[in-house]
């Protein structure tokens, strides 16, 4: 199974400010099958970004992912009023299946 | 578009048996998409239960795996997911998803608490 760590695990940041978070996975993730969610209060999780950096539909382009391997960031390049959530990666399309990793939550300082 | 429907009872006694069914509308069930169970315990993170195809090939999270049935109904364009011998630790938000490049379609969720 493939354990995927998040950090930090809570991130205060001010509107307008980078914001840079990270996902560290126990091996290596094959085929770029790795995503990002917003999760706000009493909602269902949106996809933002999935095959390590490809923009879901709707999705602006102050969000980018990168990275490879073992080592994946999420950044908002200049934070908004409503980007203020709980995000989740994910790892999937493995024979292993899915795991998400336990969320960082970024909050108005 | 493609929307998914969970339904189920939302109160479970303990050591009883969870099923829930999931709906797809607006679109076939038979695609080259897997669907996939994921829940939420109150004030915690995403869980992710497994995930079917159209054939039936399943997954399973291996914490889950020894308690955890999904199938598919073809012929209702729905899936559904059978948990046994819950306990309060399983009382979640149970989400029905589509996983088309990551889980882009994900149902309104439903509450289940297991309780006597």
């Known amino acids: 199974e493939i354990v995927l760590t998040q950090s930090p695990g809570t991130l205060s940041l001010s509107p307008g400010e980078r914001a840079t978070l990270s996902c560290r996975a126990s091996?290596?993730?094959?085929?770029?099958?790795l995503a990002w969610y917003q999760q706000k209060p009493g909602q269902t999780p949106r996809l933002l970004i999935y095959?390590?950096?490809t923009r879901a539909t709707g999705i602006p382009d102050r969000f980018s992912g990168s990275g490879s391997g073992t080592d994946f960031t999420l950044t908002i390049s200049r934070l908004e009023p409503e980007d203020f959530a709980v995000y989740y990666c994910q790892q999937y399309g493995s024979s292993q299946g899915s795991t998400f990793g336990q969320g960082t939550k970024l909050e108005i300082k | 578009q493609v929307q998914l429907q969970e339904s189920g009872p939302r109160l479970v006694k303990p050591s009883g048996t969870l099923s829930h069914n999931c709906v797809v509308s607006g679109g076939s069930l038979s695609t080259n998409n897997w669907w996939s169970w994921v829940r939420q315990p109150p004030g915690k993170g995403l869980e992710w239960i497994g995930e079917?195809?159209?054939?039936?090939?399943?997954n399973y999270n291996p914490s889950l795996k020894s308690r955890v049935t999904i199938s598919v109904d073809k012929s209702n364009n729905q899936f559904s997911l059978r948990l046994t011998s819950v306990t309060a630790a399983d009382t979640a938000m149970y989400y029905c998803?589509?996983?088309?490049?990551?889980?882009?379609?994900w149902g309104q969720g439903t509450m289940v608490t297991v309780s006597s």
């Open positions: 091996q290596s993730i094959s085929s770029s099958y």
């Open positions: 998803a589509r996983s088309n490049n990551a889980f882009d379609i």
């Open positions: 079917i195809d159209h054939g039936g090939t399943t």
């Open positions: 095959g390590v950096s």
